[in-house]
């Protein structure tokens, strides 16, 4: 795992130019409103690679890869269970409303500040919300005890109630 805390923010112009990838982890106490809907220690850590660069048409990606898992309660069994996040994602970085509008169709985006820094905590934290589901629950079946029903129901017994009825004789 990578030993090295991720930065909060990351220059998306400069990033483009180098190409390189930075990869560190981000704690839970970073991402608050993460933190409200996990069962996560604020000391657990998912771990982050960050990229960026100029697609084909000219949009100035930010491509996110994140490993690890959440810990959430599961809705049927009311359990924790772990909830795999992991997964690569991309983002077009805008600076601007009227930048947003010129995207081309399909692009997800991510807002920088005028000399396009990113908030690339805020930005993880975003895609991990998105990522987590309404309804949490095991994928294999838990917390229901099937009971084999093959046992026929207790009916008295014809012989025994005519043997009582002759005792009160
Ligand atoms: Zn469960």
Redesign the pocket.
Known sequence: MFERPLNRLFEARKGERHGDTVSGHLSWHQMPELARVTENAASDQIQVSVRFERTEDNVLAMHLDIQGSVKLV??????L?DFDVQGPCALAVVTSEEFLARLPEGWEAVFANDDFFVDVHQAVQEELLLRIPMVP??EEM??LVIEEDDQPEEKPNPFAVLAQLKDKQ
């Not at 599961?74 to 359990?79: A, E, I, M, S, V």
């Open positions: 599961c809705q049927r069994c009311l359990d269970m629950k095991h838990c917390g």
